[in-house]
């Protein structure tokens, strides 16, 4: 990978292999996959290396990469109700 985001292809990661988390149910809802370093498709938090989202239901199947320092940052402000206005 030279600069730029990355990408599940950059990476090498089966997305069909990885452990799927649900915010709830039906089209729409927010999936959440941890890899590990090596693009172990079931890393635990504490291992994760990159995060995976994808919307479920997405027809193109558009999966977005956060490595685990912007994912941290992103639960920070989740914690913090930086959020909480979107959510209303």
Same mark, same amino acid.
């Given at each position: ?10 990476? !090498?990661? *089966?997305?069909?292999? #990885?452990? @799927? ?7 729409? $809802?927010?999936?959440?996959? &941890? /890899? ?5 498709? !079931?890393? *635990?938090?504490?291992? #994760?290396? @990159? ?7 997405? $027809?193109?199947?558009?999966? &977005? /990469? ?23």
């Amino acid at each position: 990978m030279t600069g730029g985001k990355p990408t599940v292809e950059s990476l !090498d990661i *089966d997305v069909s292999a #990885a452990h @799927w988390q649900r915010s709830g149910t039906g089209d729409g $809802a927010i999936e959440i996959a &941890l /890899v590990g370093p090596a693009g172990e498709a !079931d890393a *635990d938090q504490g291992d #994760a290396e @990159w995060v995976l989202m994808r919307i479920s239901g997405d $027809a193109d199947g558009r999966v &977005l /990469v956060y490595d685990r320092y912007e994912w941290e940052c992103f639960l920070d402000g989740v914690r913090a109700g930086e959020f909480d206005a979107a959510a209303s």
